[in-house]
């Protein structure tokens, strides 16, 4: 036998073995990972994830339709953009179950989705998704121009000056 060969059946050897070589540290990491699973399907962010691609969808749709040949173009863009951002989602969720099972504890986990189930947590997601998520991006639509125009006050005036926009010298709050 050449020595790939040797090698892959070592190698095939050691993945059929690992199993029983699972050290009470594997188990715990698999246990936190299940739980973080767990804790992602609970909170609704696969879910969160699909409604926002079939935004992004959709919006992009509406925006390329008026410039396109044909509708099944605009349906094959489509799907190939669904499909891409469906690929992506799947990382990042990978990514966020990772994070998850090497930040929190199983006792931490088993708390954490015991919260989800719970009439408490149920309405905290829920209530979180409709009214406080809205409200939070309200706030930041709203204070947005005003945080603009004091970093720009701010970084003008430490660089000495510069020309402002008429509505960064008029800042709320400010005497001008």
Known sequence: MNTTLLAALAVLGLTFAAPALATEKDVVEAERF??????????????DMDAKIAAIVDEVSQRITPFAENEKSVEAYKTALGLALDGGKAVVVQRVIETCATTFTIEELNGINAFYVSPAGKAWLEKGRTVMMPAL?????????????EMQARFCAAIGG???????????????
């Open 162 to 176: 510069c020309a402002l926009p008429e509505q960064a010298q008029r800042l709320p709050g400010k005497k001008t």
């Open 34 to 47: 299940a739980l973080c699973a767990r804790s992602v399907d609970l909170a609704g962010m696969r879910d």
């Open 137 to 149: 991006e309200g706030a930041i639509a709203e204070v947005q121009p005003q945080i603009e125009a």
